[in-house]
């Protein structure tokens, strides 16, 4: 049976966290990396929004990133990902909108004019010091272990964090700065991380995850 098929670009913090989920889950897919200023025309046909994550399973398309998130947990969840308070799908959301806003306004200021990229900046420091203070005393948001919250928000405070990190590196956020780098530094991390060409029409399937 054909393996679902993950359409991906490796520095996107959305398809890091999709991949991040499924090399948990260890649920086997087709990897398909793709440029993004280059979007094949089998990408654009299953998903003609264009962005990615997108996972294509038979007829079903799974196109944002959390979704996949949970389709792959769903499957199979070891390392007990789902298994945090409700909260953590509030963070989560949390980080997708306000944060995640602010965020793009201070990376892609010149996008917007009328902004003012300090006052942006302020606004995604007020969710990192709230997860500061989840992180005092503990590795993890939720304890000694990540959850599905860490894995889904971790891609976008290292996104934030590299757009400036001399700067980020001398607030006061030391949890979440100590947190990041754990994530940076892990295995898990790495092995997402790993470098593929560009998926070309006539390509050789590409598994993800690598067998260990």
Not at 112 to 125: S, T
Not at 169 to 175: C, G, N, V
Request: proline share 8%; aromatic share 12%; hydrophobic share 45%.
């Amino acid at each position: 049976m054909a393996r679902p098929i993950l359409w991906t670009f490796r520095r996107c913090p959305y398809a890091m966290r999709a991949r991040l989920a499924i090399a948990s889950a260890g649920v086997a897919v087709e990897l398909r990396e793709i440029l993004l200023r280059d979007k094949p025309e089998g990408f654009l046909a299953a998903s003609p929004k264009g962005t990615v994550p997108v996972v294509v399973e038979g007829e079903r398309v799974i196109e944002e990133s959390l979704d996949v998130m949970l389709w792959a947990l769903n499957q199979n969840d070891p390392e007990h990902w789902l298994d945090m308070p409700g909260l953590g799908f509030d963070l989560i959301e949390e980080a997708d909108g306000p944060f995640k806003q602010a965020l793009d306004r201070t990376k892609y200021a010149v996008r917007y004019p009328d902004v003012e990229i300090e006052a942006e900046r302020h606004k995604a420091g007020l969710f990192l010091v709230k997860l500061n203070a989840m992180l005092d005393g503990k590795p993890w948001l939720f304890g000694e272990a990540p959850r599905l919250a860490d894995m889904a928000i971790l891609p976008f405070v290292r996104q934030f964090a590299h757009t400036d990190l001399d700067w980020f590196t001398t607030q006061p956020w030391t949890e979440v700065a100590r947190w990041l780098e754990a994530f940076k530094s892990s295995d898990r991390f790495r092995s997402i991380m790993t470098k593929y060409p560009q998926w070309q029409p006539g390509d050789l399937p590409t598994a993800f995850p690598k067998a260990a």
